[in-house]
């Protein structure tokens, strides 16, 4: 049984910093990876991370945020750094093999 699990979302000021959480369970998986999608607005990826630790990034994200993953934990974090309010979003894990998994989102709210 294939499961995912987000955590560490929440509320934080402008500028400051939060990390998000993926536990993975069920298999081991080529890719993972954040999506987020806000009120009104399409999903949009945020940041991607291969087998072989090859990251991918939004445009909007990049230099800011930053995707790692722990292979023999299966586990992926996603550091947010310098958030700004146009962040604010529900965040969602996936995870990747034959067919793409999700998580069942977690809400960043970025506002003072």
């Known amino acids: 049984q294939v499961q995912l699990v987000e955590s560490g979302g929440g509320l934080v000021q402008p500028g400051g910093s939060l990390t998000l959480s993926c536990a993975a369970s069920?298999?081991?998986?080529?890719?993972m990876g954040w999506y987020r999608q806000a009120p009104g607005k399409q999903r949009e990826l945020v940041a991607s991370?291969?087998?072989?630790?090859?990251?991918n990034y939004g445009d909007s994200v990049k230099g800011r945020f930053s995707v790692s993953r722990d292979t023999a934990k299966n586990t992926m974090s996603l550091l947010m750094n310098n958030l700004i309010p146009e962040d604010t979003a529900v965040y969602y894990c996936y995870a990747e093999w034959v067919t793409r998994y999700w998580g069942q989102g977690t809400q960043v709210t970025v506002a003072s």
């Open positions: 069920g298999r081991i998986f080529a890719a």
């Open positions: 991370i291969s087998g072989g630790d090859t990251t």
